[in-house]
């Protein structure tokens, strides 16, 4: 099946490349660009990508309120695309806004050309595209942030099993699948069904979101281990 990605950027030299990287692959379908976040709305609404990659940062409308346009259409509007930040730092204010309102992650403009391509497959997926590393960086943001009013986040949680609870609090930590099959003793696969059970139970898009809610909702604080 072959994945349909449009890439916003306002460098038109980023668009081609990517664009030439993108389209050399089998399973990936280029299927147009623009220079600005209002004209990717607009692109996206006609020709209904599967990946849109949006950069943070451009002049007109920016990644993170074009962002916000395609993952909560207006009424009559269904397609919702996966949304990939780039940007050319790891952690930036407008990423992390851009994961609260539902993009599958970030990558960085300069990583190498295979992240690139593996980055849309993974979105392309259904999978968050938020290792490890990058949890621990925005678990760091936190720390430097207000805290959040937490009622209604809390009052999700009490829906959760304590095993759910358990592999939520883990993955806040920024532990991968791997090491939380290993720090619960389960099956890796077991680890997968529990976290897709958290995310329906508590209407999250990915594992990105998962993070960002276990800290609204009081479940886990910076600087605990």
Known sequence: MTTRVIIVDDQAMVRAGFAAL??????????GDAPDGAQGVELSRRTHPDVVLMDVRMPEMDGLEAARRL????????HRPKVLMLTTFDVDDYVYEALRAGASGFLLKDAPPADLISAVRVVAAGEALLAPSVTRRLIADFARRPAPRRDRASLRLNGLTPRETE???????????QEIAEALI?????????????LA??????????VIFAYESGLVAPGER
Do not use: C, Y
Request: hydrophobic residues 45%; proline residues 4%.
């Open 71 to 78: 993952l909560d259409p207006p009424l009559g509007v269904t």
């Open 201 to 210: 139970k508590l209407e999250l898009r990915d594992r990105a979101q998962a």
């Open 186 to 198: 389960l099956a890796e696969q077991t680890v997968k069904t529990h976290i897709g059970r958290v």
């Open 167 to 177: 592999v939520l609090e883990l993955i806040a930590r920024g532990l991968s699948n």
């Open 22 to 31: 993108l389209a050399a692959q089998s399973d990936i379908d280029v299927v």
